[in-house]
């Protein structure tokens, strides 16, 4: 959030924040990261959501690419990607938050940092997914259907988005501003 707010720190507290980027970045060797600081990631059963790890973390990383222009910061973003890709389709539900369109508004994502269409080959697999019949099956039922986060809004934003992934952005969280 401060990187989108650069002419309103101090010199000092610019630091900080590009300090503060850079020790995450240092922190995961597979661009997970823990839910708590200093919590240990069991890599079998460890969390790839937006709200637990490398899918809402790409965002800070794109963000300090487009500002910085650091190769770093957009090899750390497309790291995560590559992690969504491996072990992010999600089975909890189809929403932004712990859900399928989460993950896939990473590819997205990268798809406008990068250009490359392989990412919006895996944005189509990960929206096939949520209607599927073992989709259907396997995720929870949604007590909030109309929350952004955690209902089928987001995941109609994401689908909108689909559609023009030139223009896409995650809800509220404008990277490309």
């Known amino acids: 959030m401060l990187l989108s707010y650069q002419d309103m720190l101090s010199g000092a507290d610019k630091d900080l924040v590009w300090q503060s980027v850079d020790f995450l970045m240092n922190q995961e060797q597979n661009c997970n990261w823990p839910a708590e600081l200093g919590a240990m990631i069991e890599r079998e059963n460890e ?21 910085n222009k650091k190769p770093q910061y957009l090899d750390t973003c497309i790291r995560s990607g590559e992690l969504v890709w491996q072990k992010g389709l999600l089975k909890k539900g189809p929403g932004i938050c712990h859900g399928v369109a989460g993950s896939a508004y990473v590819f997205l994502l990268l798809y406008r940092l990068t250009g490359n269409s392989k990412y919006i080959y895996r944005a189509q697999r990960f929206a096939e997914f949520i209607f599927t019949e073992e989709f259907k099956v396997g995720s929870r039922s949604l007590t909030s259907i109309y929350s952004l986060f955690e209902g089928l809004s987001g995941t ?20 490309f501003v």
């Open 47 to 67: 969390l790839v959501h937006w709200c637990h790890g490398a899918p809402g973390v790409a965002y800070l990383f794109a963000k300090a690419y487009l500002i």
């Open 156 to 175: 109609v934003c994401f689908l909108v988005d689909l559609l023009q992934p030139d223009q896409s952005e995650f809800p509220l969280f404008s990277v």
